[in-house]
């Protein structure tokens, strides 16, 4: 209802994302997924901004998914049989969703790669500190067979 109270515009979304939820197989899958790329944040604790990027791609997959659904639902009760035009509106949705769910899966990939090679860099510096740190300055120069001192 257009001019409802707040609460009962927050049910009936609610309701809307359980329908989806109860109904669409796809829905579920793209929610496990995120579920799973919220367990690869907890595990490498990125930057903050690689955690709002990917809670922003998942947001748009699902947002996608559920607006694929809702005309699915909505053309499918309009026109019952099939239809080359309401094909190719289903076709180019679910292409939307697609095209999301790549991008989403670059964009936790890219997180993924810069969180792990930095610390794969960060590690090999300070290896290369500590070898340096024990051997002394000099130690190039004996291995060039140069005289020490």
Do not use: C
């Not at 909505?74 to 679910?94: S, V």
């Not at 790669?113 to 960060?122: L, N, P």
Request: no cysteine; hydrophobic share 55%; aromatic share 8%.
């Amino acid at each position: 209802m257009k001019n409802a109270r707040f609460l009962t515009r927050l049910r009936y979304a609610a309701t809307g994302i359980a329908t989806v939820w109860q109904r669409e197989r796809s829905f579920r899958t793209q929610v496990w997924l995120g579920a799973g790329a919220l367990a690869v944040v907890i595990v490498l604790r990125p930057p903050p901004i690689w955690i709002a990027a990917l809670v922003i791609s998942a947001a748009l997959v699902l947002t996608l998914e559920m607006i694929n659904s809702a005309l699915e639902y909505l053309l499918d009760h309009l026109h019952p049989e099939h239809h080359a035009a309401i094909g190719a509106a289903k076709d180019a949705a679910a292409g939307a969703v697609l095209l999301a769910s790549i991008a989403a899966l670059v964009v936790g990939g890219l997180m993924v790669w810069d969180t792990v090679g930095s610390r794969i860099v960060d590690a090999s510096a300070t290896s290369q500190n500590m070898f340096w740190m024990i051997t002394g300055p000099n130690s190039m120069k004996a291995w060039d067979g140069q005289k020490l001192g």
